[in-house]
């Protein structure tokens, strides 16, 4: 069930970003040769040919009326594509990616960025409407869920003992706490000493055995001696709304999130090329799929709340100006823009998007080796 989670995940993502591309193409009479879920060999797919729509098996093009598209099934389910007329070539043909306005251009590849805002906006109405976990900030306001893990430190006790956020601490060593002050405390004074920590994941009671370490050995911005396993605490309640205010909130909290994400996107980079350091990790398919799995396993509006948050990240990362993802394509349609419809030329062009397929390739590859890596060892 772990991987059927993430293969959904990652499935539904990049369904609802090619969509995008997909709606908008077809919204200014581009046509779009092949509608694809997930990448080839092809396993088969659904076309128009005279005037009927007809199912084939294969990778053999069937004859198809002029303008149709081809709607495939592929094999490899970790992603999806449009091949769109004329997107990486030249043509002034009505129908093409090529022959659009400048304008035009932009929109469309814009498309899979609003497709995956739209798609974070559903989840989130949904996850609002049926009761999310909200950290107890007013005094009076009972925590009907409990003292809550809400993060985990990587490389900590916490997450060696196999701690996931959304846990809920029901009892230490037998004991039950009530508040976080009083879970701290109580940690604190274990320095070195094991407990077990029983915890509430989903519908699941688990007990776990963690050795608390030095703060100072957890947390580098700490220099004190005093017990910690890695985590953040909270008193959470689950809070519902009706499902018209849960779409407003759901709105505030998708934009809130893009300005969080361009802000982290921002420090990123700043530390990797002001410092040669790198804030956080980057985790590739294997590493989407694994998480999403687990994070399944704490409950469904959890997962449903990560759907969310990945596909923000998603819109957020193609909205980035290197060659081979979105950002690139506004760039290229913006010079274009401002050089009066004068395009770069084509030999320029696709050189830059190839050297940037392949540095992304290279990238996903070194990724996706670590997220192995980090799964067996």
């Known amino acids: 069930m772990v991987f059927v989670y993430g293969f959904i995940t990652l499935g539904l993502l990049v369904f609802t970003h090619e969509f995008g591309h997909f709606l908008l193409a077809k919204a200014f009479r581009v046509q779009v040769e092949e509608f694809g879920f997930g990448y080839p060999p092809r396993l088969g797919g659904l076309v128009k ?10 990778k053999k093009n069937p004859k198809a009326d002029k303008g149709a ?23 002034k043909e ?55 893990v809400l993060a985990v430190n990587p490389s900590s006790p916490a997450e060696k003992a196999g701690i996931l956020p959304g846990d809920i601490i029901s009892k230490i060593d037998g004991e039950e706490f009530s508040s976080v002050e009083d879970v701290q405390t109580y940690i604190k004074e274990k320095n070195n000493i094991s407990i077990v920590l029983e915890i509430k994941r989903g519908e699941k009671f688990l007990s776990l055995e963690v050795i608390p370490e030095p703060a ?12 910690v396993i890695g985590i953040s605490l909270g008193e959470t309640s689950l809070v519902s709304y009706p ?21 982290g996107l921002w420090l990123m980079l700043k530390a990797i090329f002001g410092k040669g350091a790198m804030i956080g990790e980057v985790i590739g398919p294997v590493g989407l799929v694994s998480m999403s799995g687990q994070i399944a396993k704490v409950g469904f509006v959890y997962f449903l709340q990560t759907m969310g948050l990945l596909s923000v990240a998603l819109a957020v990362c193609q909205l980035i100006p290197f060659p081979g993802l979105d950002g690139s394509r506004i760039i290229f349609a913006l010079i274009e823009g401002a050089k009066k419809g004068r395009q770069i030329p084509q ?11 392949c540095l992304l390739i290279l990238l996903m ?11 067996i060892f």
Do not use: H, M
Request: aromatic share 16%; with cysteine.
């Open 49 to 58: 040919s005279k005037g009927k729509t007809k199912f084939f098996w294969g």
């Open 69 to 91: 598209t081809i709607y495939s099934l592929n094999w490899i389910p970790f992603g999806g594509f449009n091949k769109i007329k004329s997107e990486f070539g030249r043509s």
């Open 347 to 357: 030999k320029i062009e696709e050189s830059i998007i190839s050297v940037g397929f």
């Open 243 to 263: 499902w018209y205010k849960s779409f407003i909130l759901a709105i505030k909290q998708t934009f809130a999130l893009i300005g969080l994400s361009f802000n």
């Open 94 to 148: 009505p129908d093409s990616f090529s022959g659009q306005v400048w304008w035009k251009k932009i929109l469309i590849a814009l498309g899979g960025v609003l497709g995956n805002i739209a798609w974070a906006i559903l989840i989130f109405t949904i996850c609002l409407s049926l009761g999310v976990p909200q950290v107890v900030e007013s005094e009076g306001v009972p925590a009907t869920l409990g003292v809550q």
């Open 216 to 227: 100072k050995n957890v947390f580098s911005d700490l220099k004190e001696d005093y017990g």
């Open 365 to 375: 590859i070194f990724v996706t080796y670590k997220d192995i890596t980090k799964l």
